[in-house]
């Protein structure tokens, strides 16, 4: 049984950079052909893709987030990290880490394992 686990602060100041690591347990993030991604759901919303980082560190990030967006992995914990720079209140939302094999990433019905979702709030 594969499980996530995101961690890291529940409260960003705006204009800072906002840090999120997901802990993989149950498999191998380097496990052929799974892709790993980052989604979020801002309050009243729908789900947005991030990106993900794939089983053979390629990563692909949304276009809309790529300039302040950045993904990498430590192989040894079994753990891939999100990085958001220069976080204003819009980026306030639940973040969840996902597994993925196939298809589109933005489709969320192609996820297996989710984790349970952490809480950022960006303070102005």
């Known amino acids: 049984q594969v499980q996530l686990r995101e961690s890291g602060p529940g409260l960003v100041n705006a204009s800072q950079t906002l840090s999120l690591t997901c802990t993989v347990s149950g498999g191998s993030i380097t496990t052929n052909y799974y892709y790993w991604s980052w989604i979020r759901q801002p309050p009243g919303k729908g789900l947005e893709w991030i990106g993900y980082i794939a089983y053979n560190g390629n990563i692909y990030l949304s276009p809309s987030l790529k300039s302040r967006t950045s993904i990498s992995r430590d192989t040894s914990k079994n753990q891939f990290t999100l990085q958001l720079s220069s976080v204003t209140p819009e980026d306030t939302a639940v973040y969840y880490c996902?597994?993925?094999?196939?298809?589109?990433?933005?489709?969320?019905?192609?996820?297996?394992?989710w984790g349970q979702g952490t809480q950022v709030t960006v303070s102005s």
């Open positions: 996902a597994r993925g094999s196939r298809g589109v990433p933005s489709n969320y019905d192609e996820y297996d394992y």
